[in-house]
């Protein structure tokens, strides 16, 4: 799974996702976290086997199905997770 987006990254088997949230009106400011799992890439027939799955399309355009398996940390910095993802 290849994916370099502004607000998701996938390196290593971990998935990193931004989060925003709205913390003040005027002016419009944003508190960005992030949140880094490690993901598990399924094919069709291991569906089943997982409550939950997710399905993207990653940035090569190949269709993507993954489950989560484990949240390493959560409202961590963009430099925390660059650590993480081993950058």
Do not use: F
């Amino acid at each position: 799974m290849q994916i370099d987006r502004p607000n998701m990254l996938c390196r290593n088997g971990l998935l990193a996702e931004q989060q925003r949230e709205r913390v003040n009106t005027t002016p419009v400011r944003y508190k960005v976290t992030w949140t880094v799992r490690r993901v598990l890439v399924l094919d069709e027939a291991q569906v089943g086997l997982y409550e939950r799955h997710n399905v993207i399309t990653d940035d090569a355009g190949n269709r993507v199905i993954y489950t989560c398996i484990s949240e390493i940390g959560s409202g961590l910095t963009k430099h925390q997770v660059n650590g993480l993802l081993g950058q």
